[in-house]
């Protein structure tokens, strides 16, 4: 019989192949073509800069250096924590347009305390501070997003309009915090959020506790394959063939590592060397020193929040409650589940989490300023929608959506890299969104 | 007549306390009654069948039982003790568990995580046991329905008898004592409904109580003990099934009429009296 079929139509027969992998490995087609995506983009950006200006990109362009892609992550992460909590937002069936808006007004209450009342009174620069104010930024916009949730929950008010007025409401509110000034400077401790380097203290963890990292990251790859698998066969269930194991074993470990030796291969600038020599009294070898930046803290912040959100999506009652009620809120509430109660806790995350990202951003400028992260709202919907997420709710996933964040931001990055005029930007990124959720459409549509 | 008629309720006498006695329930909404001073009660390893004309108050007046509605009016009692039942949380509390008409499975999650929605296993960290989920999901799947291998798709994946045998393994995993069935065999071919029926007089068997509610009186005769008849609302009248014939019933659902072998109630046409 497969004989035959693979005669009459070869084409269908090699068609299977990559299906019988896809299935094999359990990886998601749409995941696949996202990472493509990507590439696409990465090495269509690096080439074309090539053209411009001769640099030190893998294709002779400016886009796949070491320096680039280090920048592109710690750019992606402030929209990759935000559409972490949007994914689940949008599953459950609502939307936040809140979320820059929370995140100008939480920034601006984050450096007015830093600025003008702890600053003043503890001292500038006290070891307490930066944590003080992340807490209670933190706490801010937790109770921000719960009071939404609320509204929406309890009222009946729809999340669109609640959170469309949070959008006016909390602008407003930043830009009478401080008056439309600009509050600079950031704690000095607190500027690492934002992976500078303050001072000689630098906003990432350098070479050695990067490898570490790394080899973690390829231990706990390995151990929950082994971990699926020796649980799978507790219980007699169907398992992966071995060869996928080791496939996603070895791709996994390829990548983390990959990454590892990228952030490593960025090096600080030559005046914070020098600053930092003089310092610390160190020798300084002929050849001169070259120091890493390694794993940035923002980024390494985006990785954790991203690993806690798909715990929470996948590994918990309350990420299989939001998933249930996504696909029927009917069905939720007659087995249990307290949507109403989710619906707070849902909005309430997503507040915290838009407050990490005004932390993120703010520190990442040393300033705060109402307008910051304005239009947020919209990348960081666009990034669940490109990664996956359906708005008829049900439907999405945390590291698709954090993977979407990468995509927007490298299309951002790399036309500002060509000097595109920001018109040109918001026209091409707005086309992009559109046409990603079209291709998906059509994609669901050929699986059904 | 009239002696057939003490019989039966002389029966209902002895059977001791029922499992479940709903009196005098009512609700409204936005001022239509969809319930009028129902009572209905159920014994245990008893098939009660309700039916009524669409609208005629049958869902909603179990949906009160499950825990869907909260009634304005009357009192619920489990083996004879007053119960609050403010949410589907306290029914199942109760051992009451349903089978919507609609199924009410969650379309996007696989068939183990519906079957435990609302009551996950979860491991001793807190976190959900995926792998006791899926195992006990196929010991109970295969009792009820051995051909089934789709584990790892979300349900909307699965056929309409496929689905239908998720929801009432949901039901009677879990130690139900009180069954609803909302037109369970409404989505079914002629073979699934045959094992739906099967399973009912096994349940029957084991002493839960089914309140079983249906458009399809041969449904009804051949499964169930004794049938209640609503509408508009309230209870046009309850008799043992081998005392009224299919006519009899149909004037019940059509007309209202009550006849002589069952009990009346507020809903039946005076004039029958």
């Not at chain 1, 509430?333 to 909005?347: C, D, P, S, Y």
């Not at chain 2, 399809?216 to 014939?245: E, P, Q, Y």
Request: a neutral charge; proline letters at 4%.
């Amino acid at each position: 019989m497969t004989a035959v079929d693979n005669t009459q139509n070869p084409a269908r027969s090699d068609e299977g192949a990559i299906a019988r992998f896809l299935r094999a490995t359990e990886i998601d087609a749409r995941m696949l073509g996202m990472v493509a995506a990507l590439l696409i983009i990465w090495v269509g950006f690096d080439i074309y800069s090539g053209f411009l200006r001769d640099g030190e990109g893998l294709f002779g362009g400016s886009f796949l250096t070491p320096r680039n892609l280090w920048i592109l992550l710690v750019q992606t992460s402030s929209i990759a924590v935000m559409t972490t909590g949007m994914v689940l937002i949008i599953v459950m069936r609502h939307i936040d347009l809140s979320v820059g808006s929370i995140l100008g007004f939480t920034s601006v209450c984050i450096a007015t305390m830093q600025v003008f009342w702890l600053g003043p009174m503890l001292g500038v620069g006290h070891p307490s501070i930066w944590i003080v104010t992340l807490i209670l930024g933190l706490l801010l916009g937790g109770a921000i997003g719960a009071f939404h949730g609320t509204l929406i929950a309890y009222l009946g008010i729809p999340s669109f309009i609640v959170t469309l007025g949070g959008l006016i409401v909390w602008r407003g509110a930043a830009w009478a915090v401080i008056r439309g000034e600009t509050v600079a400077p950031m704690d000095k401790n607190f500027k690492l959020i934002g992976g500078g380097i303050s001072g000689i203290t630098p906003g990432s963890i350098g070479a050695t506790a990067s490898w570490i990292l790394g080899a973690v990251i390829c231990a706990a790859i390995i151990y929950a394959i082994y971990n699926n698998r020796v649980q799978r066969k507790r219980f007699n269930f169907p398992q992966r063939p071995m060869w996928a194991e080791y496939f996603l074993a070895i791709t996994g470990c390829i990548l983390a590592l990959g990454v590892t030796w990228l952030v490593n291969s960025y090096y600080w600038p030559k005046g914070v060397v020098d600053r930092y020599v003089q310092a610390t009294g160190i020798e300084v070898p002929p050849e001169g020193i070259n120091i890493a930046f390694g794993y940035s803290v923002p980024v390494l912040i985006a990785m954790g929040v991203g690993l806690g959100m798909s715990f929470l999506a996948t590994r918990t009652r309350f990420g299989r409650y939001v998933y249930a009620t996504g696909g029927n809120p009917e069905a939720a509430e007659l087995a249990g589940v307290n949507t109403k109660k989710l619906t707070v806790m849902i909005f309430a995350l997503m507040g915290v989490l838009a407050a990490i990202s005004a932390s993120i951003s703010s520190a990442r400028l040393d300033s705060a300023t109402n307008a910051l992260g304005q239009f947020d709202e919209l990348y960081v919907i666009a990034a669940a929608v490109i990664g996956g997420t359906s708005l008829a709710g049900g439907l999405g996933t945390i590291y698709g959506a954090m993977l979407g964040a990468l995509v927007m931001q490298s299309l951002q990055s790399g036309m500002t890299l060509l000097n595109f005029e920001s018109a040109t930007k918001d026209i091409v990124v707005g086309c992009v969104l559109v046409f990603a959720v079209f291709v998906d459409q059509v994609y669901r549509r050929r699986v059904k | 007549m009239n002696a057939k008629k003490a019989s039966s309720a002389k029966v209902h006498e002895n059977r001791g306390t029922p499992l479940v006695e709903m009196k005098d329930i009512s609700i409204a909404f936005g001022g239509i009654k969809a319930v009028d001073h129902a009572s209905i009660d159920l014994y245990p390893g008893e098939v009660v069948g309700l039916l009524g004309h669409n609208g005629a108050g049958k869902s909603t007046l179990i949906k009160i039982l499950s825990g869907a509605y909260k009634r304005d009016h009357g009192e619920i009692f489990i083996e004879g003790k007053p119960v609050a039942i403010n949410n589907p949380r306290d029914a199942k509390a109760q051992g009451i568990e349903t089978i919507y008409q609609t199924l009410a499975l969650a379309d996007n999650v696989d068939a183990a995580a519906n079957l435990y929605l609302g009551r996950e296993l979860r491991t001793k960290f807190g976190t959900l046991d995926d792998v006791a989920m899926e195992a006990e999901c196929r010991k109970v799947m295969g009792r009820l329905n051995p051909n089934f291998r789709r584990f790892k798709e979300p349900v909307k994946a699965l056929s309409g008898g496929q689905r239908q045998s998720v929801a009432i393994a949901r039901a009677i995993h879990f130690n139900a004592r009180i069954l609803i069935m909302d037109e369970p065999t409404a989505a079914l071919g002629p073979q699934e409904t045959a094992q739906v029926g099967e399973l009912i007089k096994q349940l029957k068997a084991e002493g839960i109580g089914i309140f079983l509610i249906s458009h399809d009186l041969h449904d009804v005769f051949d499964l169930a003990d004794r049938l209640t008849v609503m509408k508009n609302g309230r209870v046009v009248g309850t008799a043992h099934t081998s005392d009224v014939d299919h006519d009899e019933v149909l004037g019940m659902i059509i007309a209202g009429k009550c006849p002589p072998n069952a009990i009346p109630g507020p809903g039946a046409l005076r004039s029958a009296a």
